[in-house]
């Protein structure tokens, strides 16, 4: 990792999943800000946008915000914010509903799995600056 470790969005509305995601970012040396409605993550965003790098999102949250509302809005501020969806159903809608430069990974997941897709999506990233 880097200097500094990237700080990672994480929208999960399961306690117990979220709790788990968070648990093995932090291992693998990232920096995790843990909501559990699309809402949060929106004003967390918002609130945190300079500093958020990446964004983890499962697609079916409680509420009126999905986690594919959720990325469209965090990229309206950063284009090339790097995002993994996850979702058990709503595969299929992936094409058209999810941003370009993203991930998805189905339920049930090894979080290994969600790790190394941010990772990849931060490579890029980072490899087009300059």
């Known amino acids: 990792m880097q200097g500094s470790a990237v700080l990672i969005l994480v929208v999960e509305d399961d306690p117990a999943a979220g709790e788990e995601l968070k648990r093995a970012l932090e291992a693998a040396g990232f920096r995790v800000m843990l909501v559990e409605s699309g809402e949060k993550a929106t004003s967390a965003f918002d609130e945190n946008a300079g500093e958020i790098g990446g ?54 997941f090894a979080p290994v799995q969600i790790i190394t897709a941010i ?12």
């Open 55 to 108: 964004l983890v999102a499962d697609v079916r949250l409680g509420g009126n915000v999905s986690g594919w509302d959720v990325a469209r809005h965090a990229r309206e501020v950063d284009q090339d914010l790097p995002v993994v969806y996850v979702t058990g159903f709503d595969v299929e809608d992936w094409a058209s509903q999810g941003v370009p430069k993203s991930m998805l990974v189905q339920k049930p």
């Open 119 to 130: 990772s990849s999506l931060l490579n890029v990233s980072s490899s087009n600056v300059g």
